[in-house]
């Protein structure tokens, strides 16, 4: 029998990037008295995650929950950005219901799109919420309508279509169900999560039945196993049969945590349709069954689409390798490789002929591109090939993934980016001007938005504003062109000069300043013509009986170019690797020797 639990509502927070969903989570824990009177909270209290503070983005999915009523409402913050849709998809399995959080100003953006398109599958009941009504540039009804559109695009039913509309300021923390309420809380939000999200249904008395949707890992208590129960109740000290793809074993749970605020608090006991984190299961992976040892019933797992980039992660060859890395082998990047591929469901590693070599498959330039940088702070060095998309094969036919872009502009550059997109084998959707700006989308080959980040900023003097998130596997679109211009090469290893590089300026653009260690093979800037040119920048001035090395006058040298992770795995060609340490991120050819390099080109010309 079908049992409702009243006591408790499970809910979702989904929205596009930078749309205010953990700042609403912040107003949300601050007016259910989550901290003590007077107690100093940092902003964004969800994001605690060193890369999501200094990005302003949130990557991983946490849990949290409040008590309103006599209701306990568990939280489920979820990252905005396409390339960790797998955190969003995989989540949504616990919960009954949705906040589809939309920007007053923005509207439907592309991942708006995608994450209300998951949530609808999963037959979720939907409360839109229209942030940051206090902007003076808000477009309130003009939203709604958009919202309304996107609902009925996606075949939204009936139930679906009647959604409720709260208006809030997540900023100011006040909610409200009409525009004309004068509120000073977030009362409104929160009644209508009482009444409109539905409470977990399931048989409480039946046998245990739970996924697990969340792996973390914790230095007191192990590997930390978080889901939903879906059936009967789970007791601390109790044996369970641990259900995945390949086998089914027997684990003993060690401890029952359940969410209560920021914090987790260990109870004996917890029943069907509560949010639960356990210890003690041991080797335990996301999308398996924990079913009662009598009555081993395994439930549906989780499907998350499949990764759409790769890229290569190899041993660190060059000449500096073992300076300033403390992981440095590739045993050390094997193991943290598979360790994070057991967390992170969207993430695929492979290995390959090479024993020093692995293939790590993602949802996009962001999501590889995190955990490199998670990696390298931890203490990794490595070296990383150009990002590739990951194509398929169907019938004989060759298929690469399209991603839906969104592209925002100043109308006096909008013929310079769809120039550049042109190129790119871009193929227009649709426009709009959206506030002075002009809202362009297209649907594009996830290998043409590769460097198209940077171009788009130089193209339109910083003004332009993207986003993208996939679409579909189609027949490959044809050659894209890829960067015209060479690299600058040293060809011996030594410390830069002001002098030596002064006199290669006329060069290029140059990507290292005096008093730089550098080696032959390094990539130390960028050529202004299509070949590659092996240089000198270590250059020294020669003293002659007629003057002294500072009898010149001052030198004038143009500041070097300065690469992020990011832009570095964008600009490389398929001869050309990134090398990353805890304290630098250097660019070099795969091939370090000149000649050696240089005979592989002229054999690849015949």
Known sequence: MMIKNDGIRNLAIIAHVDHGKTSLID???????????????????????????????????????????????????????????????????????????????????????????????HKLKPIVVINKIDRPDARIDEVNDEILELFMELGADDEQLDFPVIYTSAKIGIAKKSMDDNTKDLKALLDTILEEIPSPEGEPDKPLQMVVTTLEANEYVGKLAIGRIHRGKIKAGEVVALISEHETKKAKIGKVYTYDGLNRVEVEEASMGEIVALTGLGDVSIGDTIADVENAEALPGIRVDEPTLSVTFGVNTSPFAGREGQFVTSRHIRDRLFKEAQTNVALRVEETDSADVFKVSGRGELHLSILIETMRREGYEMQIGKPEVVYKIIDGKKFEPIESLTVEVPQEFMGTVMELLGRRKAEMIDMAEVAGYMRINFLIPARGLIGFRSELLTSTKGNGIMHHVFHSYEPYKGDIAGRNRGSLVAFEEGLTTGYGIFNLQDRGIMFIEPNQKVYEGMIVGENSREMDIDINPCKQKHVTNMRSSASDEAIRLVPPKVMSLEQALEYINDDELVEVTPSSIRLRKAVLDRVTRGRAAKNARK
């Open 27 to 121: 107003a949300l824990l601050k007016q259910a008295r989550v901290f003590r009177e007077n107690e100093q909270v940092a902003e964004r209290v969800m994001d605690s995650n060193d890369l999501e503070r200094e990005r302003g983005i949130t990557i991983l999915s946490k849990n949290t929950a409040i008590f309103y009523n006599g209701v306990k409402i568990n939280i489920i913050d979820t990252p905005g950005h396409s390339d960790f849709s797998g955190e969003v998809e995989r989540v949504l399995n616990m919960a009954d219901g949705v906040l589809l959080l939309v920007d007053a100003f923005e509207g439907v953006m592309s991942q708006t799109r995608y994450v209300l398109r998951k949530a609808l599958e």
